[in-house]
């Protein structure tokens, strides 16, 4: 090594020392709040023990105890994450889709299970799929929706009608098993013309088996283990695990289907729908999408337009079981409002509205996402952070490669801005003057709040989750009366969120019977 050269590399090596130190300096995240190290698994830091608890437990009550920004020890030795809920923050992510995207080393996982859709999709090809798909669910083509919507409600309450009939009036049973087979129906008509027979068909048999086998697994140790070596090593994505496989099992059973409902809809591209608009795509040279790309966003839609609202559903059913006084409330709203349910009756029944909003403040399907920064920025904060030096920010600088938990359900139902009733159901909040904080206290999304999320990558299904929600419940609670029974429900964080009873998941047992009226 000559002189030259070796004062070349002492310089470089100093120049990139200074860089680092100047960098390190410059991470807010060094002095942020959050729950000690100590309390941390030195090998799994904060993460296994907020998996193991309730969904989301643990994020709320650290949300409560360290403010909106926090951060917590990652598994495996990975770079601490930052939890956030600062209203401010959580919309500049959001509105950024370039700068913050879903986990790269994520994506597998994510096509596994649901192939490379909207979901999976980044960039342009996101851009160019949603722009694709949007008009779908504007409201003009909603209103043509609202006959099979109403059928497959209809068809659910006579089930459970005949149900009761034939246990003497009342029976008592698993609802989430009904709440998806209604859901699943619908988004099978609505989107792709296609009949699932109300959970009957095999098909719908088959789906319902892998989704209950995939939400169990989903809770296990390996569910844990598989994202968090991924996370640290991420081209060991063909690692053997269990629960990789049967993610890509319910891919591989919703695939099957989504490639009949191909073929159905090549042989037949009369009706305007999800499925009609992706095939005829595929003549415009040049904007279309592939064979695959459509097989892929057949499984996407199937899956992301029914488990969601299915849940979520579900666990308002409990709800009103539990609190019989606004479960008449909503039955006597809905008789007398007597006529048919459709796009422009249902926003007139007010407290069916509040019912459902509570429902997603409180149990919103997807309780929480995951965004990691592109390249080094700063968040602006509405609320100022009180850092562990002492100093008081408003505003965060986050490094390149950092990694972001934003739990919806923890923002809120957060005591600090919602009142000390935060978690309660309670749908009186939304109707009552000053019941719901100001605005400016919210965060920007529908309603202000986040169970959609926001942006340009908000859920594109909302507005017919809500219509579909709103009608299936006004058409359920006009003719059955729901009671809580014995059992203990739970929550876990599983793909979804999930009711838990004695360890198994997609359980809530409620008694029905005849509403005592009719
Ligand atoms: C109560 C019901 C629903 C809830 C709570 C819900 C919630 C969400 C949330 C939070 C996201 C963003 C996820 C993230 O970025 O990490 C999302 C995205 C999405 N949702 Fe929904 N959703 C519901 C129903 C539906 C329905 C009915 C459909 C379709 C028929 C649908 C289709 C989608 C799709 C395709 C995306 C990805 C959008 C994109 O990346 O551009 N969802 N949903």
Same mark, same amino acid.
């Given at each position: 090594?000559?002189?030259?050269?070796?004062?070349?590399?002492?310089?470089?090596?100093?120049?990139?020392?200074?860089?680092?130190?100047?960098?390190?300096?410059?991470?807010?995240? !060094?002095?942020? /709040?959050?729950?000690?190290?100590?309390?941390?698994?030195?090998?799994?830091?904060?993460?296994?023990?907020?998996?193991?608890?309730?969904?989301?437990? &643990?994020?709320?009550?650290?949300? *409560?105890?360290?403010?909106?920004?926090?951060?917590?020890?990652?598994?495996?030795?990975?770079?601490?994450?930052?939890?956030?809920?600062? =209203?401010?923050?959580?919309?500049?992510? $959001?509105?950024?889709?370039?700068?913050?995207?879903?986990?790269?080393?994520?994506?597998?996982?994510?096509?596994?299970?649901?192939?490379?859709?909207?979901?999976?999709?980044?960039?342009?090809? =996101?851009?160019?799929?949603?722009?694709?798909?949007?008009?779908?669910?504007?409201?003009?083509?909603?209103?043509?929706?609202?006959?099979?919507?109403?059928?497959?409600?209809?068809?659910?309450?006579?089930?459970?009608?005949?149900?009761?009939?034939? =246990?003497?009036?009342?029976?008592?049973?698993?609802?989430? /098993?009904?709440?998806?087979?209604?859901?699943?129906?619908?988004?099978?008509?609505?989107?792709?013309?296609?009949?699932?027979?109300?959970?009957?068909?095999?098909?719908?048999?088959?789906?319902? +088996?892998?989704?209950?086998?995939?939400?169990?697994?989903?809770?296990? $140790?390996?569910?844990?283990?598989?994202?968090?070596?991924?996370? @640290?090593?991420?081209?060991?994505?063909?690692?053997?695990?269990?629960?990789?496989?049967?993610?890509?099992?319910?891919?591989?059973?919703?695939?099957?289907?989504?490639?009949?409902?191909?073929?159905?809809?090549?042989?037949?591209?009369?009706?305007?729908?999800?499925?009609?608009?992706?095939?005829?795509?595929?003549?415009?040279?040049?904007?279309?999408?592939?064979?695959?790309?459509?097989?892929?966003?057949?499984?996407? *839609?199937?899956?992301?337009?029914?488990?969601?609202?299915?849940?979520?559903?579900?666990?308002?059913?409990?709800?009103?079981?539990?609190?019989?006084?606004?479960?008449?409330?909503?039955?006597?709203?809905?008789?007398?409002?007597?006529?048919?349910?459709?796009?422009?009756?249902?926003?007139?029944?007010?407290?069916?509205?509040?019912?459902?909003?509570?429902?997603?403040?409180?149990?919103?399907?997807?309780?929480?996402?995951?965004? @990691?920064?592109?390249?080094?920025?700063?968040?602006?904060?509405?609320?100022?952070?009180?850092? !562990?030096?002492?100093?008081?920010? +408003?505003?965060?600088? @986050?490094?390149?490669?950092?990694?972001?938990?934003?739990? $919806?359900?923890?923002?809120?139902?957060?005591?600090?801005?919602?009142?000390?009733?935060?978690?309660?159901?309670?749908?009186?909040?939304?109707?009552?003057?000053?019941?719901? /904080?100001?605005?400016?206290?919210?965060? =920007?999304?529908?309603?202000?709040?986040?169970?959609?999320?926001?942006?340009?990558?908000?859920?594109?299904?909302?507005?017919?989750?809500?219509?579909?929600?709103?009608?299936?419940?006004?058409?359920?609670?006009?003719?059955?009366?729901?009671?809580?029974?014995?059992?203990?429900?739970?929550?876990?964080?599983?793909?979804?969120?999930?009711?838990?009873?004695?360890?198994?998941?997609?359980?809530?047992?409620?008694?029905?019977?005849?509403?005592? &009226?009719?």
């Amino acid at each position: 090594m000559t002189i030259v050269s070796g004062a070349c590399f002492i310089l470089l090596f100093a120049w990139a020392v200074a860089r680092f130190i100047l960098k390190r300096k410059q991470e807010d995240i !060094r002095h942020a /709040p959050g729950p000690c190290s100590e309390s941390a698994s030195w090998i799994w830091g904060h993460e296994l023990e907020a998996f193991r608890g309730q969904a989301l437990e &643990y994020y709320s009550k650290w949300m *409560f105890q360290f403010g909106p920004l926090f951060k917590i020890k990652a598994a495996l030795f990975h770079s601490d994450i930052i939890v956030l809920g600062d =209203h401010a923050a959580v919309q500049h992510i $959001f509105a950024d889709t370039t700068n913050y995207v879903k986990a790269p080393s994520f994506r597998p996982i994510v096509a596994n299970l649901v192939g490379k859709g909207m979901i999976w999709a980044e960039g342009e090809e =996101h851009t160019q799929q949603r722009r694709l798909l949007s008009h779908v669910f504007a409201p003009e083509r909603l209103k043509d929706m609202g006959d099979d919507i109403l059928e497959c409600a209809e068809k659910f309450q006579n089930t459970l009608t005949s149900l009761a009939l034939s =246990h003497g009036g009342t029976v008592t049973t698993n609802i989430v /098993p009904f709440t998806s087979a209604c859901t699943l129906d619908i988004i099978g008509r609505v989107g792709f013309g296609h009949d699932l027979k109300f959970g009957q068909s095999a098909e719908a048999q088959e789906l319902a +088996t892998s989704w209950k086998r995939t939400v169990n697994e989903g809770m296990t $140790f390996g569910a844990f283990l598989a994202p968090a070596i991924i996370r @640290v090593v991420p081209f060991i994505t063909s690692l053997p695990f269990k629960a990789i496989q049967t993610q890509g099992d319910i891919s591989r059973v919703i695939g099957k289907l989504a490639r009949k409902i191909y073929k159905e809809g090549a042989d037949n591209g009369k009706q305007k729908n999800i499925l009609s608009i992706l095939m005829k795509s595929q003549s415009k040279s040049g904007y279309g999408l592939t064979e695959s790309q459509i097989i892929d966003n057949i499984i996407t *839609f199937t899956f992301a337009g029914h488990e969601t609202t299915s849940g979520t559903l579900a666990f308002t059913l409990l709800e009103l079981a539990r609190r019989p006084e606004v479960q008449k409330k909503l039955r006597d709203e809905v008789i007398e409002h007597g006529g048919t349910l459709s796009y422009d009756t249902v926003p007139k029944l007010a407290y069916l509205d509040a019912v459902v909003k509570e429902s997603l403040r409180v149990h919103s399907a997807i309780p929480r996402t995951e965004r @990691v920064a592109m390249k080094d920025d700063v968040l602006p904060l509405r609320t100022p952070i009180t850092m !562990r030096d002492g100093k008081i920010l +408003t505003s965060f600088r @986050v490094r390149k490669g950092q990694v972001i938990h934003i739990p $919806f359900t923890s923002m809120q139902t957060n005591p600090s801005v919602w009142g000390a009733d935060a978690a309660e159901f309670k749908p009186e909040r939304w109707i009552t003057p000053g019941g719901v /904080p100001p605005t400016n206290e919210l965060p =920007h999304g529908w309603s202000n709040l986040v169970a959609f999320c926001d942006g340009p990558r908000n859920c594109i299904g909302y507005r017919l989750a809500l219509f579909e929600f709103k009608v299936i419940l006004a058409t359920l609670v006009r003719a059955l009366e729901f009671r809580p029974t014995d059992a203990v429900v739970t929550t876990k964080l599983s793909l979804t969120w999930q009711a838990i009873v004695d360890g198994e998941a997609g359980i809530i047992p409620l008694q029905i019977s005849i509403a005592s &009226y009719s």
